[in-house]
């Protein structure tokens, strides 16, 4: 079945940087998108990036540029998501997800399959 496993969460210093990875499995189609989501305790859970399985091509969030970068596995099935500059705000649980299609949304509610989540602490 279709399986995606986030890890690399945890604690670091503002100012500081991590990196999650997402490692799928299972893919029903050679043609998806993953796509990196957060949710913040009180707070709707939002999009920060995604990249296309054809081409690589990405899409980030407005607000998400300049400090997040989604990269890819030359297998595809393992993206990664470098974050820089992190801020006590960037504290999350930060999930993967699939999207089944041609396209990359950063809509939530467009993915059809989810990690279990990796939590991300900013904090001195």
């Known amino acids: 079945q279709v399986r995606l496993v986030e890890s690399g969460g945890g604690l670091v210093q503002p100012g500081g940087s991590l990196r999650l990875s997402c490692q799928g499995s299972g893919f029903l189609s050679d043609t998806y998108g993953i796509g990196w989501f957060r949710q913040a305790p009180g707070k709707e859970r939002e999009g920060i990036a995604c990249?296309?399985?054809?081409?690589?091509?990405?899409r980030y969030a407005d607000d998400m540029k300049g400090r997040f970068f989604v990269s890819r596995d030359g297998d595809k099935l393992t993206v990664q998501l470098q974050m820089s500059s992190l801020k006590s705000e960037d504290t999350a649980v930060y999930y993967c997800?699939?999207?089944?299609?041609?396209?990359?949304?950063?809509?939530?509610?467009?993915?059809?399959?989810w990690g279990q989540g990796a939590q991300v602490t900013v904090s001195s």
């Open positions: 997800a699939v999207h089944f299609g041609s396209y990359c949304p950063l809509d939530s509610r467009l993915f059809d399959f």
């Open positions: 990249i296309m399985s054809t081409d690589g091509e990405t």
